[in-house]
């Protein structure tokens, strides 16, 4: 039966049927939908990200400023604090002593060797040194550890 | 923003086992890469992001030492290390009408948290100001942000300004000590070049 409808007699006859006319409905506008990452809000999102914020003071360092008054009068230590930590880098001075300057934290490894009974003892001691970097408006320049 | 897929580009790797080979991709907005002359690129900074699956395989990867490809519309894929010890952060981002939060990850080298040599700073933009603020923070240097210009223009002379590749960025890596930097504010200050405001 397959066979005797695709004759070409067969063709012929179905030919001269007449025709029915199929009307496809109509429908909506198509609808696109995207199931992935919203990229557009993440971009917006992601300078506030935990893992950025991290990051930020080695990508973007920023000077420390510091422009209040204490409620006390500080001592020689609160003064070496502050400096250590960089809230004291800034222009001094006036004159010839007038000068800028830039306080600095540096790890120091000190290695020592020992011998003892055809054995090497290695010894690293870690120290914290304190680095101050001045030039002043005469074109001096000084560096003190 | 809109069009945030034209800026953002990959982070891929694969891992090949016996006989199975497995390849993760990212979404990666923000990368600084290094191709030396000879030898293996590296990598510097990569952020990328990700479903926690994706997220967490990268992170192993990363500091399995694995190669990442990296890539973008217009930067050319190419594979890179981020080297020993990087610095790997994670984040979390919540999205509204998500159910499940998106991640993501952070890689900062070592040489880019400037704990190896000193005497080399990459910054991610190559804008004056920024350079400044960078060398003088990472050298402790008596720098005033009024200098930005002098300072870049006295960098580009002597040459050391090295352009890098980068994805939404355009990182430089800046070669000198701090002895030699200090030198350059002498002498400018000495010359008139640069002067310090009274306080």
Redesign the interface.
């Known amino acids: 039966m397959t066979h005797a409808r695709l004759t070409p007699s067969f063709l012929q006859i179905s030919a001269t049927v007449r025709r029915v006319a199929l009307r496809v409905p109509p429908t909506g506008p198509a609808e696109v939908s995207y199931a992935g ?10 300078p506030a ?7 930020a003071r ?6 420390i400023s510091l422009n209040t008054r204490p409620l006390t009068p500080l001592h020689k230590g609160h003064i070496g604090l502050l400096s250590t930590a ?1 809230l004291l ?6 004159g010839n002593r ?7 934290t540096k790890k120091r490894v000190i290695r020592t060797e020992d011998s003892e009974d055809e054995k090497t003892i290695i010894r690293e001691r870690e120290q914290f040194v304190h ?1 101050l ?9 000084a ?1 003190i550890e | 923003m809109k069009n945030a897929h034209e800026r953002f580009g990959f982070a891929e790797f694969e891992k090949k086992l016996r006989d199975t080979t497995t390849r993760i991709r990212l979404t990666a907005d923000c990368f600084i890469g290094e191709k030396p002359g000879n030898g293996p690129s590296v990598g510097h900074l990569l952020s990328a992001f990700g479903t926690d699956v994706e997220v967490a395989a990268l992170w192993a990867a990363i500091l399995g030492e694995e190669s990442i490809r990296v890539g973008s519309q217009n930067l050319k894929p190419y594979m890179v290390q981020f080297g020993e010890r990087p610095a790997v952060y994670r984040g979390t981002l919540t999205l509204p009408g998500r159910r499940r939060p998106v991640r993501h990850l952070v890689v900062v080298s070592t040489q880019l948290r400037a704990e190896g040599d000193q005497a080399r700073i990459i910054v991610k933009s190559n804008s004056s100001d920024l350079i400044l603020r960078a060398v003088a923070h990472l050298h402790g240097l008596p720098l005033l942000s009024d200098w930005s210009e002098w300072f870049c223009a006295r960098l580009q002379k002597a040459g050391r300004v090295r352009q890098l590749s980068g994805l939404n960025c355009a990182p430089v890596a800046i070669q000198g000590t701090k002895n030699e930097f200090l030198e350059w504010i002498g002498a400018g200050l000495k010359n008139g070049q640069i002067q310090i405001p009274p306080p």
């Open positions: 990452l919203p990229f557009d809000t993440i971009e917006d999102l992601l990200s935990p893992a950025y914020r991290q990051v080695i990508l973007d360092p920023q000077p960089g880098n800034g222009k001094f001075g006036s007038l000068h800028v300057a830039a306080w600095k680095e970097a001045l030039a002043f408006a005469n074109g001096e320049t560096l």
